[in-house]
Each structure stands twice: as structure tokens, then as C-alpha cells.
């Protein structure tokens, strides 16, 4: 891909993100400042040409992987596992990507969960395609904050240098091992589910560490449960954790990690200076 067709692939972004943006906005009834707007264009611009070489090289981009039949380990249920994933095969070797939105850091510190998922989409390849995969790897969409930092002042010297320290693929290995005991984990959770054993892990699991300078399992796991506003360990973990008291407060303002605090205070700080 030359220049030329590189701009004309981020005039088509362009066009193609404000139509969904508009048509996101009429659907949900929400909206963000024009700062936070344009952050999120220029992550996906940053992304496309921090990973041309990459993106290039994928032969399947959205792969839906399905594998029926599938049986429980204790009362021998039936149940099916989906996933969607981007494969790359490079001469005999196949690798198996999948994208979040999450920081690198954070993926850093906690590798086996990210693991444990990619895991499962690895044994529906195995099953399904006849043969295992070679590696999997995790793709960070999130910018540094460094070149993000560079980005809003302007700099482009500091945007140069940031975009090539930039790593966004954090490889994750692959094991046939793991990807047997994650099954039979992930079949154990399938009966609790059709048995109805739905009670919340105690308070203080919440605060504990998946991993050595990792997150809490409330600020990793919790935060991303639509049902936490109903569990009782939740908002144990959040009023004792709260030294000042407005805990409550926090609790029913905590809507996950769809962006920054500090991304939003800048974009409407931004919005008055205009």
C-alpha cells in the first residue's frame, strides 16, 4: 500500500466514522465534546499506521469461530462456544490475535486472563480446523499516554518518537495443556450457571490481586459487570473503600472504563476555552 492509497484509506475511515458516530448518537441519545471525538479518530488513524504491517499481513479479519457439541465435565450439559477473532498465517505458522481497548499496562498484568480467553478461541480452532495454532497474541488499541500527551500539545517531533517506542502486540504464547484445563474450567462454569449458583466471591476477593502489581478483581472484573449496581459484595468493596465517605456517590457513578477521567475533564475544559 503507497501513500496515495494510504490517504485515500483515511479519507474512508474518516467518512465511514462520522457516519456511525451520527448514527450512534440518534440511536443512543448521547454525545461527546468535539475533543473527545477527535481523540478517538486519531486512535484509530494511530492504530492503522502504527499496525499497517500487520493489518496487511491478516488473511481472516472478524473470524466467527462456533464450536457446538461440547459437554460439561460434571453433569455432562451440552453447550456451544463462540468467539470472534483476526488470524494471520505467516508460511506454516498461524497466529491468532485478538483486539482490546485496554491499556498495554494492564494487559501486561494480567496475562493469564487475557490468556485464558484467547485459550478457548484456540481450542474452537483446533476442533474446527483440524490442527493447533503456533502462538496468540493480544493487540492494545490504546495510546500511550506519551503520544497522546504529544499529540494534544502539537508535537510532532515527541508524536514521532512516541509512535516508534510504541508496542502495541503483546504475545501471549499458547499451550495445549492450558487449553484443556481451561475448557474443563470453562464447562464447570457452565453448569454453575444452569444451576443457578450465582452468589457474588466475598468482599474480599474484590480487593484482591490477579497478579503481582496487577489490578484489584473489582477494578478488572467488577467494573465490567452489568449486574454490579445489584451485588452486594460490589457495593461492600466500594463504601469501605472509600475513606471520605461518598461511597455511595461513587457507586452509582461508576460506569466502567469507556474512557479516562482525565479524557473527559481535558475534552470539556477544552469545549469552555472555544
Given at each position: 500500500?503507497?501513500?496515495?492509497?494510504?490517504?485515500?484509506?483515511?479519507?474512508?475511515?474518516?467518512?465511514?466514522?462520522?457516519?456511525?458516530?451520527?448514527?450512534?448518537?440518534?440511536?443512543?441519545?448521547?454525545?461527546?465534546?468535539?475533543?473527545?471525538?477527535?481523540?478517538?479518530?486519531?486512535?484509530?488513524?494511530?492504530?492503522?499506521?502504527?499496525?499497517?504491517?500487520?493489518?496487511?499481513?491478516?488473511?481472516?479479519?472478524?473470524?466467527?469461530?462456533?464450536?457446538?457439541?461440547?459437554?460439561?465435565?460434571?453433569?455432562?450439559?451440552?453447550?456451544?462456544?463462540?468467539?470472534?477473532?483476526?488470524?494471520?498465517?505467516?508460511?506454516?505458522?498461524?497466529?491468532?490475535?485478538?483486539?482490546?481497548?485496554?491499556?498495554?499496562?494492564?494487559?501486561?498484568?494480567?496475562?493469564?486472563?487475557?490468556?485464558?480467553?484467547?485459550?478457548?478461541?484456540?481450542?474452537?480452532?483446533?476442533?474446527?480446523?483440524?490442527?493447533?495454532?503456533?502462538?496468540?497474541?493480544?493487540?492494545?488499541?490504546?495510546?500511550p499516554d506519551k503520544l497522546k500527551s504529544a499529540m494534544r500539545a502539537g508535537d510532532q517531533e515527541a508524536v514521532v518518537h512516541s509512535m516508534?517506542?510504541?508496542?502495541?502486540?503483546?504475545?501471549?504464547?499458547?499451550?495445549?495443556?492450558?487449553?484443556?484445563?481451561?475448557?474443563?474450567?470453562?464447562?464447570?462454569?457452565?453448569?454453575?450457571?444452569?444451576?443457578?449458583?450465582?452468589?457474588?466471591?466475598?468482599?474480599?476477593?474484590?480487593?484482591?490481586?490477579?497478579?503481582?502489581?496487577?489490578?484489584?478483581?473489582?477494578?478488572?472484573?467488577?467494573?465490567?459487570?452489568?449486574?454490579?449496581?445489584?451485588?452486594?459484595?460490589?457495593?461492600?468493596?466500594?463504601?469501605?473503600?472509600?475513606?471520605?465517605?461518598?461511597?455511595?456517590?461513587?457507586?452509582?457513578?461508576?460506569?466502567?472504563?469507556?474512557?479516562?477521567?482525565?479524557?473527559?475533564?481535558?475534552?470539556?475544559?477544552?469545549?469552555?476555552?472555544?
Amino acid at each position: 500500500m503507497n501513500e496515495e492509497m494510504l490517504q485515500e484509506l483515511e479519507e474512508k475511515i474518516r467518512q465511514i466514522f462520522e457516519e456511525n458516530f451520527e448514527l450512534i448518537r440518534a440511536e443512543g441519545g448521547h454525545s461527546i465534546t468535539d475533543f473527545l471525538k477527535e481523540e478517538a479518530f486519531n486512535q484509530i488513524l494511530c492504530y492503522l499506521r502504527k499496525n499497517r504491517a500487520l493489518i496487511e499481513r491478516i488473511t481472516e479479519a472478524e473470524v466467527k469461530l462456533t464450536l457446538a457439541g461440547q459437554k460439561t465435565p460434571g453433569a455432562g450439559r451440552s453447550y456451544a462456544i463462540e468467539g470472534v477473532v483476526d488470524i494471520i498465517r505467516e508460511g506454516e505458522d498461524v497466529w491468532m490475535y485478538d483486539l482490546k481497548t485496554h491499556e498495554r499496562s494492564a494487559i501486561e498484568a494480567n496475562k493469564e486472563f487475557y490468556r485464558e480467553q484467547l485459550n478457548v478461541y484456540a481450542f474452537i480452532w483446533k476442533n474446527l480446523m483440524g490442527r493447533a495454532l503456533d502462538d496468540t497474541a493480544i493487540i492494545s488499541t490504546a495510546l500511550p499516554d506519551k503520544l497522546k500527551s504529544a499529540m494534544r500539545a502539537g508535537d510532532q517531533e515527541a508524536v514521532v518518537h512516541s509512535m516508534v517506542d510504541w508496542e502495541p502486540v503483546i504475545p501471549l504464547g499458547y499451550s495445549e495443556e492450558e487449553v484443556e484445563a481451561m475448557i474443563d474450567r470453562f464447562g464447570q462454569i457452565v453448569d454453575r450457571i444452569e444451576d443457578h449458583h450465582f452468589a457474588p466471591p466475598p468482599v474480599d476477593r474484590l480487593f484482591e490481586k490477579e497478579s503481582s502489581g496487577g489490578q484489584a478483581f473489582a477494578v478488572r472484573t467488577c467494573r465490567n459487570c452489568d449486574v454490579r449496581f445489584s451485588c452486594s459484595a460490589f457495593r461492600e468493596y466500594v463504601t469501605s473503600s472509600d475513606s471520605r465517605n461518598v461511597g455511595f456517590r461513587r457507586y452509582f457513578d461508576d460506569y466502567g472504563t469507556d474512557f479516562e477521567p482525565e479524557d473527559y475533564i481535558e475534552g470539556n475544559l477544552a469545549e469552555i476555552e472555544e
